[in-house]
């Protein structure tokens, strides 16, 4: 069986409902801002368990399809489904579903750590017994214990960071959108998400990660989407990139740069090595 197949299984057997293996489908999905598009009719679907990758240069459209996805930002065409639900027919049950980590997180800074993780808790409606089990794990793995009762405006950026993705985490979500996860993290905390992320696809749950870091994306990611010009330029597992590309040995930097044709940067590299 499939790592994916087998994390299917799993998050059936959590009790969730599963009438297909896409917790998330994305069809025809397009935004303009004035005569320019920025998604330009995108359609992709994420099964459960699986780590999904989305990739692409400065302006492809990553961010907007990400604003889209966490119910920030209306599509002017196509649907979001996740868990067969539409996201703009039923926002508020999707959005129990889903976790989002931002890459600039917003936090009330005159709230506690505490506090904070309290607020969350109480919008998706988790039991206080699973909050009281949850928090104290991810606070001693982010090492935030000592600083809990402390008010955010006096945490550092990376602190902030780990606060809100302890903040979904112990939600435990079906779907985690996630957009550069490992900014302002040091290696420890970095590795310990890492580690977290494959441990929720283990459970059959699912994350939709963009990121620039393609050394995370190649470690994590069952498959990757590269997105271009607003459009899905290449999709599919390493294996299959790399044969798209004609780059068999190559790791992904080559095979995102090949495929993306930013071929005016080898004459760049030459230069400065010369």
């Excluded at 985690?176 to 749950?205: C, Q, T, W, Y």
């Excluded at 330029?233 to 993306?260: N, P, W």
Aim: proline share 4%; glycine share 8%.
């Amino acid at each position: 069986m499939s790592k994916t197949a087998k994390s299917v299984q799993g998050g059936c057997d959590r009790g969730r409902d599963c009438p297909s293996a896409a917790i998330l489908a994305i069809e025809g999905l397009t935004r303009k801002f004035g005569d320019f598009t920025a998604v330009d009719d995108l359609n992709l679907e994420i099964s459960r368990g699986e780590i999904f990758g989305f990739l692409g240069p400065n302006g492809a459209g990553k961010t907007t399809t990400i604003k889209m996805l966490a119910g920030l930002l209306k599509p002017d065409r196509g649907r979001i489904l996740i868990n067969g639900m539409d996201l703009m027919a039923e926002p508020e049950k999707c959005k129990q579903l889903t976790g989002y980590i931002p890459d600039r997180p917003f936090l009330y800074e005159k709230l506690t750590g505490d506090e904070f993780l309290r607020f969350i808790a109480s919008l998706y409606r988790l039991p206080a017994e699973k909050y009281n089990e949850r928090v104290p794990e991810y606070l001693k793995l982010f090492d935030l214990t000592d600083w809990r009762h402390h008010l955010i405006e006096s945490y550092s950026h990376g602190m902030r960071q780990k606060l809100i993705i302890s903040s979904t985490l112990i939600l435990d979500p079906p779907l985690i959108i996630v957009d550069e996860p490992m900014v302002g993290l040091d290696p420890k905390s970095a590795k310990i998400v890492k580690e977290l992320f494959k441990k929720h696809a283990r459970n059959g749950g699912s994350i939709f990660l963009s990121s620039h870091s393609l050394e995370i994306a190649e470690e994590l990611c069952d498959r990757i989407g590269i997105i271009l010009n607003g459009k899905i330029r290449s999709i599919g597992d390493i294996a299959a990139l790399r044969r798209e590309a004609s780059l068999e040995e190559s790791g992904l930097e080559e095979v995102f740069l090949q495929l993306t044709g930013a071929y005016e940067l080898q004459e760049i590299i030459h230069a400065l090595r010369r």
